[in-house]
Nanobody, 117 residues
Framework: QVQLVESGGGLVQPGGSLRLSCAAS????????MGWYRQAPGKQRELVAT???????NYADSVKGRFTISRDNAKNTVYLQMNSLKSEDTAVYYC???????????WGQGTQVTVSS
């Protein structure tokens, strides 16, 4: 059973930084793509950033230039470095892992990020 465990969320002032971590229970090489999504109150879950097995990345326009996704294959962990945070970044952030062969998505439990003064 795949488990994804997020950490690193919290309360930060506008302009501040946070780094989220997502630790997978197995080798992340088994996932074709991993990423981060977020859901703000009253809104749909949206893509933040993804990274493929080959290292290719994709970002939502709203976070380009501020957020960086990376992966450490040796630690089976994916990170999201978030800089220049804005109040509109406030949301629950979810780690996602996708296996193309089975077309199955796996999700973590989510971690709250609150940007407020």
């Amino acid at each position: 059973q795949v488990q994804l465990v997020e950490s690193g969320g919290g309360l930060v002032q506008p302009g501040g930084s946070l780094r989220l971590s997502c630790a997978a229970s197995g080798s992340i090489f088994s996932f074709n793509r991993m990423g981060w999504y977020r859901q703000a109150p009253g809104k749909q879950r949206e893509l933040v950033a993804t990274v493929s097995t080959g290292g290719g990345t994709n970002y939502a326009d709203s976070v380009k230039g501020r957020f960086t996704i990376s992966r450490d294959n040796a630690k089976n962990t994916v990170y999201l470095q978030m800089n220049s945070l804005k109040s509109e970044d406030t949301a629950v952030y979810y780690c996602n892992a996708f296996v193309a062969f089975t077309a199955v998505n796996y999700w973590g439990q989510g971690t709250q990020v609150t940007v407020s003064s």
